[in-house]
């Protein structure tokens, strides 16, 4: 310690130890301010000397300037220190923590049973094709056998967007859009599904929601007959449901199939016998289905007289709500995670 600076000796003292324990950049420049502040102590000296003997002035002045110097060094070295333990602190892996539950994503559960569908028919030899979400009303319903003012149209309550377009009631324009391109020549022509988004102006209740999503099927070829059909329908719906599961057709009505079938199966929750689920009957409804209408076939430049096929359709929400025992269709849109996590 320089001679004249021994009155500072305890201030010096104590300020380096202070900025040795400051831990933060903040506590350091606390500290750094008491000594080289504007009302540091080293100010302070610098503006006493004036009062020093002028024979001792200069060399006061020379190590006041060199203390503060130091003084910067240290302080500018004290802070890379503290930097570099904050860093160090937050690096540091402590192995013995316990980890931390990783959220894995899965699929919805309709995506879920979409994909597992079209498994199925990919094994059967179906092609998969996709349509537009918005839809020419001349696909939607015209080619299908629904021209204006047919009262099936009723039954869809439509979504209109703009004079001649609308979205999509049900996968069935898909079925024509694929028989359009098709050049007829060999003996089955087109065997294909479609899944995708459908929408119709329903008021959301257990088995409805205006947007949902549908699977078509259609096999159109030689000689083809509604025994195809049921057996490829029995095949999909074991394989879905699972092995004991048996099928009912029943007649029903769509313009665009003749005749015109409802597949019901057997209800998984009794086995057949009667329950809540399925109201008392054993079976559950799932599915329209029949033999492609001659017209359709005429409106896709398909002979009739040479061809035939079948067609199926269904809500995919409905499939997941029988397997599943999901009692509200809403609840597969409203992404609640406790209800989606249940599903893996
Ligand atoms: N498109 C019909 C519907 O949405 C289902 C269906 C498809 C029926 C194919 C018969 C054949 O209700």
Redesign the pocket.
């Known amino acids: 310690m320089p001679p004249l600076l021994e009155e500072l000796a305890s201030l010096i003292e104590e300020v380096r130890n202070d900025a040795k324990s400051a831990a933060t950049p903040n506590e350091l420049a606390q500290v750094k301010a008491r000594a080289l502040g504007g009302k540091g102590f080293l100010k302070s000296a610098l503006s006493g000397i004036k009062d020093v003997p002028s024979e001792e002035r200069k060399a006061y002045g020379q190590q006041l300037n060199a203390l503060k110097n130091e003084f910067e060094e240290f302080f500018k070295r004290r802070a890379a220190e503290i930097d570099a333990a904050a860093k160090a602190e937050a690096e540091f892996f402590d192995s013995g923590l316990p980890g931390m539950r990783v959220q894995m994503g899965r699929l919805h559960p309709i995506r879920a049973a979409m994909r597992n569908i079209v498994d199925i028919f990919v094994s059967m030899g179906f092609d998969v094709f996709t349509g537009p979400e918005m839809e020419y009303e001349k696909y939607n319903f015209d080619l ?1 056998n629904i021209p204006e003012y047919h009262p099936a149209r009723d ?2 309550d439509t979504f209109y967007i703009l004079p001649g377009l609308v979205l999509r ?4 324009p898909v ?1 024509v859009r694929v028989m359009e391109k098709i050049k007829a020549r060999e003996d089955v022509i087109v065997q294909m599904i479609s899944p995708g988004r ?1 929408f119709r102006r329903d008021r959301p209740d257990a088995t409805h929601t205006p947007c949902f999503h ?1 699977l ?3 096999q159109v070829g030689r000689g083809i007959s509604m025994a195809n059909m049921r057996w490829i329908l029995d095949e999909f719906a074991r394989r879905f449901f699972g092995p004991e599961t048996r099928t009912r057709l029943r007649p ?1 009505y ?1 313009p ?2 003749e005749p ?2 409802e597949l019901a199966v057997t209800c998984s929750m009794c086995e057949g016998k009667g329950c809540r689920v399925c109201k008392e009957t054993g079976w559950i409804e799932v ?4 033999m ?1 209408h001659p017209q359709v076939l005429r409106n896709v430049n398909i002979d009739p007289d040479e061809y035939s096929g ?6 995919v929400e409905r499939m997941a709500q029988v397997l599943y025992q999901v009692p509200d269709a809403r609840m597969f849109f409203e992404n609640d995670m406790r209800f989606l996590r249940q599903f893996s």
């Open positions: 299908l039954d869809m009631t049900h996968t069935s079925q459908v549908q078509e099927g259609l029903d769509f665009f199939v015109g079938a599915m329209g289905c029949g492609v079948w067609a199926f359709g269904f809500g």
